[in-house]
């Protein structure tokens, strides 16, 4: 008896190193991807602004997303900055057109599924865009809800801290 629970144990810690991932290599994987949605974000402003059509984040929403869905990594993401490049696939083009309604669901939808703290939602901005198409009348109804829900999240998380530090 006393072998089968050591060899549990054994097997409990051959787990427990799998999980554990190289943290340098997440964080070169974070600021990897950072980069392309900079990248990207940057290719599509430049094409905007020369009147041709910008379709790189159309292009490259569903990849994105899925990396950004990653939650081994979601807590590096937010803690180098990702945030700020979210806020930017978000932001109206320099023309001043809103982006495709597929690449807005899909940050919401990643947005709302994302463990998010009040400093990195304030330091980054994200969270005045949201507001933005929650209160935007020009928005569809879709995106204008998923935006009102994820305000109402943000918000009632915000007040949660406030009653624990008190």
């Known amino acids: 008896m006393d072998k089968e629970l050591e060899a549990s144990g054994e097997r409990r810690k051959a787990k427990r190193k799998k999980v554990e991932v190289d943290t340098n290599e997440m964080l070169s994987k974070c600021k990897a991807l950072q980069k392309r949605m900079r990248d990207i974000l940057e290719r599509d402003n430049e094409n905007n602004r020369r009147g041709r059509i910008a379709i790189e984040k159309i292009k490259h929403v569903d990849e994105i997303c899925n990396m950004l869905m990653n939650k081994t990594l979601q807590e590096c993401l937010v803690d180098e900055g990702i ?16 982006p495709n309604i597929k690449v807005k669901r899909r940050l919401l939808d990643v947005l709302k599924n994302m463990r998010i703290g009040r400093e990195h ?26 935006s009102k829900e994820l305000v109402r999240k943000w918000i009632n998380e915000a007040f949660k801290d406030e009653e624990y530090s008190c």
């Open 121 to 146: 939602l304030v330091s980054s901005g994200v969270g005045k865009i949201v507001y933005f198409y929650s209160i935007n009348h020009k928005e569809c109804k879709e995106v204008r809800n998923m």
């Open 83 to 98: 945030l700020n490049e979210v806020k930017g696939w978000l932001e109206p083009l320099p023309d001043r057109s809103l």
